[in-house]
């Protein structure tokens, strides 16, 4: 039997209102994050992969509540949020790294106040504190003599990187969400600081929840990866299985659109025209229906939910894949045995 | 599930950076516009500190038969104002009613100011609306108007004329305040405190005042040379300082009739006015360009 | 036998100012008409400073800016006022990472690049906003005629891209310089201004400098690709002898680290370290220190440039020997 996921979330949703007018009324709502539902069993990495405006680092505040939602469950270890978990306990157990790393360090903070700030906060004395931060620096790979005593403009991309992993450390998470943690590193230190991750997860039996842009990087770093747009989740699936068999249109249209690496094997059409459209009032039915290339009239007044496909824990919300939905490319329902 | 803290318990020694505000001393050092400004103000400082000791004669003293005297009088270096007063003892003593009269209001709208805006800057929402607009009320108003209306209510005399002046300054502080933490407190370091469970309090003491009290201190250090020449004006216009306390602004003003009789004179307080403002003014730039981190 | 359309030899630029920063330490780059050259390069490899001093975007107080630069057989250093001015955008054009540096948000889109047209070539400020409509289509802008009237922040990321892309070929220039223009775009909008770019070249046969540092945009949209860190070019070649047969240590490590091939699991081969500061001249490889297999040599003098095939180069003590 399987065990269950240590994190669940079901019915996610945050909307933004838009002000605007004379008197503030409202101009429109952002849909940032519609009603997602996904899972992560402990000691696994899901990827989150989308493009502009589909919510993917909304989708993470939310889990740890630095945007209230709107509505939803988050289950840790089978406790829910406001029930039998309180949000502080959440907010120990589930850490963050954000993208920019300078920004993400107050300038005023030595590297190992930085670090031993959060278990100062939580009842831990400074001096055990701070021998907790040098421990965590060594870790991570700086040496705490060099490093400890100095400012973040004092260290490189990846230096800050790793003090940022330090910081979430420092909480003993169960799980870590790195929201584009390396996308802002050149690509060697990038690889330095992905086998540092690799390297944690194993040592610490950390779960891992990977935001990224790059394609390539999730495929390496993640078990299971998650596809998002316009606030819904379009795919979800163990990794493999979504790199070589890609349902939604919209991640074929992602996987197609890396720039290819073979010279004699060059993009010839780009998957898709136009920008990754914006939030505010998303079109109706399927919210792909307008860019996609097998669109018919159906996917533009009904949404098609998750439907499980035959490869194992491999779900698309698309038309095309639920049988019996109506979309000439969907397979034939099949007819329950009799 | 608590945070545990290291098996070591014993940090190990390490090397220190010098801090940020020694960086900024440092880079202020190297500031010759700023240093000579930071002289300027020291002198008038310690002038005034020491007034009696250095100025050559009693700045009260009339003498009807000396008014008005040249500059390079011998007695009287400076000249003699129209009741035949030292106006070199004048000047030296006037400079502590005048700095204070610059210094003080600044120092109470910093600490009000800062307060009212880091809150409304941190705390957001409907606290920020109510506060920052009852401020922007205050702030419609141009300052020379404001303090004078206010002086007027409360009444001549240093004290009210420090209180007004106070008031006036309170709104731009508290305005760059909220404007400086709101900036900050969108910032990642600051969500990740927040995700570690600290307090509000917590945050604003750790990551927020740090970062905010700077700016809001190079801008008041700016404010000192209009509270000068603001003090100076409520003088002038009687409703500061009052006759016979030596103070440059009232000074200007007693001397007005002289400018035909002796310019050079009557433009004295003027020029120390003038000098004061703008050492502050340099002074609080180099502040600013010395704060400015990015290594 | 065509003439090169960039012809830079022993290029070294130096910055002063609170520290000296040696960017640019000899590059040595030509570039035929209708040909693209990327410089694939990190963050501090002096890959920006390469393009800008084709343009004289460079500080000029503070920058010292040695060695030989012609753009179509002009010294771009020796330009002055009206002849800087007209290679500027008539001769030589760039387009950015941030479309925001080259629009000017108070005007719109049309008034901008008629602006152009007009100071260059001399025409009415109709001739100019018809040239602006062509170029807004040609770069398929969605509706062209609505946006000549639309201010930058009124259009959407990609869009706002290929209005920069239209401003700078505006005038018809030789010469493109492109620093990292796709960087900050998604990556179904980035192959689109890709896609876009290479066939606007075609069209015109315009060369291209592309500075980036992903190596599959440079596999894309190059013919040629050089190598840069530390302020050189470290390994030149075409995308095919690049991608296919790395000789340089860092071309190898840059390849390894680009995951594209990498197996799930096993640890990556990063380089070590980080790149030296550049506050000196080098006096060995600057490589060295990182470099899996350095030998005793390359610490202590500067390494041989092996020439390898015509346009192949690397400059590696192994290379030479295999030579």
Redesign the interface.
Known sequence: MTPAPLLEIAGLTRHFKLKGGLFGRSAGVVRAVDGISFEVDEGETLGIVG??GCGKSTTA?LI?D?IAADSGTIRLGGRTLGVDLE??EL???V??V?Q?SY????????V?E?IA???T?????V?????????LLVKVGLE????????P??L?G?QRQRV?IA?AL???PKVVILDEAVSAL???????V??LL?DLKRELGLTYIFIS?D???V??MADRVMVMYLGEVAEIGP?ESIYARPTHPYTQ??LS????????Q??R????????PNPINPPPGCRFHTRCRYATELCGKTTPSLFALAAPRHLAACHRAIPGSGHPDAPRRLETAA | MSVTASALGRPTPVERSPGYWAGVVRRLRRDPVAMVALAIIVVLVLLAIFAPWVAPNDPYRSSMIRRLRPIGTPGFPLGTDELGRDMLSRLIFGARLSLLMGVTPVFVAFFVGSFIGITAGYLGGKVNTVLMRTIDVFFAFPSVLLAIALSGALGAGIFNGLLSLSIVFIPPIARIAESVTTAVRKIDYVEAARASGASAMTIIRVHVLGNVLGPIFVYATGLISVSLILASGLSFLGLGVKPPEPEWGLMLNTLRNAIYVQPWVAALPGVMIFITSISFNLLSDGLRSAMDIKA | MSRPLVDVSGLTVRFHGERTVHAVNGVELALMPGETLSILGESGSGKSVTLKTLLRLLPEGRTDVGGRIAVDGRDVMALEGEALSAHRGGIASMIFQDPMLALDPVYTIGDQIAEAVVRHERVSRAAGLARALEMLTRVRIPSPERRLKAYPHELSGGMRQRAMIALALACRPKLLLADEPTTALDATVQIQILLLLKELQKESGMGMLFVTHDIGVAVEVSDRIAVMYAGEFVETGSVREIIGDPRHPYTKGLLAANLHGAVKGARLDAIPGAPPPLDTVPTSCSFAPRCPVRLATCETARPPVATLGPGRMARCVHSAVAA
Do not use: C, I, W
Not at chain 1, 103 to 110: E, M, Y
Not at chain 1, 257 to 264: E, F, H, Y
Not at chain 1, 269 to 276: F, Q, R
């Open positions: 493009e502009s505040r740890v630095l949000l502080r907010r120990r157990q850490q963050m954000f920019d920004a993400s360090l107050n300038p005023r903070l030595t190992e930085a700030f959060g278990p906060v939580n009842g831990v004395s001096r055990e504190a701070t021998a907790l931060a040098h421990e705490p003599k060099r490093f400890a005593g100095r400012y403009h004092e490189s990846g940022n910081r420092a909480f003993r050149d690509k060697s230190v990038e690889a330095q992905l086998n690799s842009h394609l390539n990087v495929r390496y990794v249209a992602l659109a890396m720039p290819s690496m073979d010279p004699d060059l993009t059409e780009a998957p898709l025209a136009g920008d990754p």
